[in-house]
T-cell receptor, first 112, second 113 residues
Framework: NAGVTQTPKFQVLKTGQSMTLQCAQD?????MSWYRQDPGMGLRLIHY???????DQGEVPNGYNVSRSTTEDFPLRLLSAAPSQTSVYFC???????????FGEGSRLTVL | DAKTTQPPSMDCAEGRAANLPCNHS???????VYWYRQIHSQGPQYIIH???NNETNEMASLIITEDRKSSTLILPHATLRDTAVYYC??????????????FGQGTTLQVKP
């Protein structure tokens, strides 16, 4: 099992560009989520999904879109990148409502 | 939603037990207490979780007070590799049991030789 796989690991964007951070899990988990972590701070929840076709907002959803067309994939889209979105992004998945979260290795995004 | 309060930092001598406290005085009866840790810039790692009873696994023990308003994570024999940020999280109760986890600032544990 690969677990939770995030791509790319590193990305540099210019202000206004768009991109998609990919997240895939091979554990058949229903629940998936995206967090961002700014330097010296804890993780903040961006969006989450409890199953294919269902998504919802977390603490800091503005500037990000998500979709969940399959159980395995949960991409995070930045439509018009801003310097404030410079951060490390973590994707996570979980089997049930109370189980442990499995995290990916992170995607480091810099917006110039 | 229940919030948690943790000390920002703690030190522990290598080989000794590390006791990390967490205050969650507004916890509801159906909310779990979770502990995760984050080593350097890696993705957070699950440690343990519990509802009422004390829990133990190969990594740590979780002691929850009888009134459930606070808990302590115990690493019985801390090593240098346990140096990390430790997050105490109370599972947010939401409709449909989404169980989303809200991370706070955590406690930075420094294990010293």
């Amino acid at each position: 099992n690969a677990g939770v796989t995030q791509t790319p690991k590193f990305q540099v964007l210019k202000t206004g560009q768009s991109m998609t951070l990919q997240c895939a899990q091979d554990m058949n988990h229903e629940y998936m989520s995206w967090y961002r972590q700014d330097p010296g701070m804890g993780l903040r929840l961006i969006h989450y999904s409890v199953g294919a076709g269902i998504t919802d907002q977390g603490e800091v959803p503005n500037g990000y879109n998500v979709s969940r067309s399959t159980t395995e994939d949960f991409p995070l889209r930045l439509l018009s990148a801003a310097p404030s979105q410079t951060s490390v992004y973590f994707c996570a998945s979980r089997e049930g409502a109370t189980g442990e979260l499995f995290f990916g290795e992170g995607s480091r995004l810099t917006v110039l | 939603d229940a919030k948690t309060t943790q000390p920002p930092s703690m030190d522990c001598a290598e080989g000794r037990a590390a006791n990390l406290p967490c205050n969650h005085s507004t916890i509801s009866g159906n909310e779990y207490v979770y502990w995760y840790r984050q080593i350097h810039s890696q993705g957070p790692q699950y440690i343990i979780h519990g509802l009422k009873n004390n829990e133990t696994n190969e990594m740590a023990s979780l002691i929850i007070t009888e009134d459930r308003k606070s808990s302590t994570l115990i690493l019985p024999h801390a090593t240098l590799r346990d140096t990390a940020v430790y997050y105490c999280i109370v599972r947010v109760a939401a409709s449909g049991n989404t169980g989303k986890l809200i991370f706070g600032q955590g406690t930075t544990l420094q294990v010293k030789p």
